[in-house]
């Protein structure tokens, strides 16, 4: 009885944070759609128009939208659209990236799990869906790097940041995936050899959810790593689309377009976002302004009314 009210206990208090936090992110989407008022107000971001025709911008936009709706579809591929929903999954997405564009560091990846977690019911499992589409992500990142290489011989320094985070990645996944299981299992076996307090039972527990949630990871993409593969290479295939259309000068030229792409995805990695560009004190190239007036600020408008569809359902949750 007292267990099972100190469950209750943890399990509002729990439902407390997630509703702030979902309140938090709508907040923030709030203050974003007003910085981008005002800089389309004050002009900022008009100057960026006017360095690309409207239809050019029309047409990235609806690329880089194309990229989001393929990701969806990637998410849903993880998570068993069955399951949840499509339109949970489709609001979800898109109301987290757009929480993207105002949090830097990507710390709007925590804030996804999170969220994710509430949909999926566990956030153990929420993160291993996360972390398979950044490892697909980081595969295609380093392919493209790949194909620079190739194409020109050489890549720009900004990008030799995003191709180390990029390797660290799958690395890193390569060696959780088939080592620590097995470790793990031995970590749990030493400590209920060495140490008989009651105090271990939680970190014992702890260790036996990772090590499951570590096992199952390789099941969610049984059968599917075709699927994801390709979904994975239209998206980074309607990024680059996105460069190609908005940047005339790199039309033509594959290996140009590509090393551009990772010099921005080299600047996200480093704390670069939509709203920091917005408050910079500083002049932007017109071409980085039409990029963001195709691409992010629509994104930041549909992601707000994503959010506003999303809210009432996750609240019934």
Known sequence: MIAWAAHTRRRSAWEIASRVLLAAAIAALVYLLARIVLAACNG??????????WWAIGLAGLAYLSSHMLRILRLALLVGAWRVGMRTLGSFHLMTAAVSLVAPLKLGEVYRIVELGNIVGGHVRAAVIVWWERTFDAAAILLLIVVVLF???STKPTTYGVALLALAFILVTAIVVTIAPENLRRLS?????RYDSPDTVPFLRGIDLVRRSIEEAPRIVHAKIATLSTLTALIWGAEAICFAIVFPELRGTLDMVLSALLSFLSAVTTGETLLSVLGADRSLDVDLLSYFSATQVPLAFIGFLAALHYAPRRLRL
Do not use: D
């Not at 900022?44 to 025709?53: V, W």
């Not at 076996?189 to 050899?193: D, K, L, M």
């Open 189 to 193: 076996v030493f400590i209920i050899r």
């Open 44 to 53: 900022t971001l008009a100057a960026g128009e006017q360095s690309s025709p």
């Open 151 to 153: 194409g020109s011989g």
